[in-house]
C-alpha cells in the first residue's frame, strides 16, 4: 500500500519545530528516523496532515559525559549507541541492548528518541531506560520537562509526552565499579520482536544483590519492573536457591497477554528461564567496558 497524502516541513532547529508546528494542524507528526512511522504510513494505519522532519537539528544530536551523567540526544541512532565509546564504557547496558534491535538497515536509521516515544512494549530501549533510572529530557515551546523513565511509558504505546512535546536528550548515571548490567530475549528469529525479553542492572556489595532493576519487555503493556524479584534477591549472594526463589515470585510481577504467538502461561516461563540466565551472567562477571 501507499502512504495518504501528507505534507512535508524540515525543521531547521528546535525553536523552528515549533514554529511549524504551531503553524500547521492537529493531525501533525514528527519525523525523525521514521521506522516506525513510514511503516504505518504504508499501512494507513495513520494519515497525519503534515510531517515535520527533525533529523537534521543539531540539538537533538550527540553523546556527552559530565557530573555523572551521560546524556544522549534524541536523534542518536541505535548503531551509535552500540559503537559509541563513552556508551560501550559508562552505559553498557544500552550498547548490548542495541544489536538486539531489528536488523542493521533499522539500527541505522532508528532513533532513541522515536523508540521511547513510540513506546512498543516489547521494544528493547524502553525497558533499558527503566532499569537504568534514565530521565527523559522533554521540551515544549515554553518549557522543558525532566520525566524519570520509570513514569514515562504509561500504557501500550502511551507515554508522559504532552501535546505538542518531544523528548531532546535522554540523561543515564554512569555505571560504577559496583554494577553489572545485562540483557537478553527470545524471540522467533533474529531481529523479531521479543516475546520476552530482560534488562537488568544490578549492584553488588562483597558478592551480596544490594540493589538493582530486573525489567521485563514484551510481557505486558509498557516496561515492567520484578520488584518482588528483586526484594527476594536483595541483601543475598545470587546462589541457586535465591535465583530459584526469584524465578517464583515472578507469579507476583509478571501477568503477560497471550497472543498468537505464545499463551500466557508460556511467556511466564519464558520470563522464568530469562531471568535464571540473566542472574547467573551477572554473578560470574564484572561490568565489562569495551574500549
Not at 560501550?88 to 550498547?95: D, E, M, S
Not at 530475549?185 to 530482560?198: P, W
Request: hydrophobic share 50%.
Amino acid at each position: 500500500m501507499k502512504a495518504p497524502p501528507f505534507s512535508y516541513l524540515r525543521a531547521a532547529s528546535l525553536a523552528d519545530i515549533f514554529v511549524k508546528w504551531d503553524a500547521t494542524g492537529a493531525e501533525t507528526r514528527l519525523l525523525a528516523g521514521g521506522q516506525s512511522l513510514l511503516a504505518s504510513l504504508a499501512f494507513r494505519l495513520s494519515s497525519p496532515s503534515t510531517l515535520i522532519d527533525i533529523s537534521r537539528v543539531p540539538e537533538l544530536t550527540g553523546i556527552s559525559a559530565g557530573g555523572g551523567m551521560i546524556r544522549v540526544g534524541a536523534l542518536t541512532t541505535h548503531a551509535e549507541l552500540g559503537a559509541h565509546p563513552v556508551v560501550r564504557q559508562q552505559v553498557p547496558l544500552l550498547a548490548a541492548a542495541a544489536p538486539l534491535i531489528a536488523h542493521p538497515a533499522i539500527r541505522n536509521r532508528g532513533t532513541i528518541g522515536g523508540s521511547l516515544a513510540y513506546a512498543d512494549p516489547a521494544a528493547e530501549l524502553p525497558a533499558c531506560c527503566v532499569a537504568l533510572d534514565a530521565v527523559i529530557v522533554a521540551n515544549s515551546a515554553t518549557a522543558e520537562r525532566r520525566i524519570p523513565a520509570a513514569q514515562f511509558f504509561t500504557g501500550l504505546y502511551a507515554t508522559a509526552l504532552g501535546e505538542k512535546e518531544l523528548i531532546t536528550a535522554i540523561e543515564f548515571p554512569a555505571s560504577t565499579a559496583q554494577q553489572r548490567s545485562a540483557i537478553l530475549e527470545l524471540a522467533r528469529r533474529s531481529g523479531d520482536y521479543a516475546m520476552v525479553g530482560v534488562a537488568a542492572q544490578a549492584e553488588f556489595k562483597n558478592a551480596e544483590f544490594v540493589d538493582g532493576k530486573l525489567v521485563f519487555f514484551g510481557v505486558g503493556e509498557a516496561p515492567v519492573a520484578a520488584g518482588a524479584a528483586v526484594a527476594v534477591l536483595t541483601g543475598k549472594p545470587l546462589t541457586g536457591e535465591a535465583i530459584a526463589r526469584a524465578e517464583a515470585a515472578l507469579d507476583i510481577d509478571l501477568s503477560p497477554p497471550a497472543d498468537q504467538q505464545a499463551s500466557s502461561e508460556m511467556r511466564r516461563h519464558l520470563a522464568r528461564v530469562l531471568l535464571g540466565r540473566v542472574l547467573r551472567r551477572i554473578s560470574q562477571k564484572e561490568v565489562v567496558r569495551v574500549a
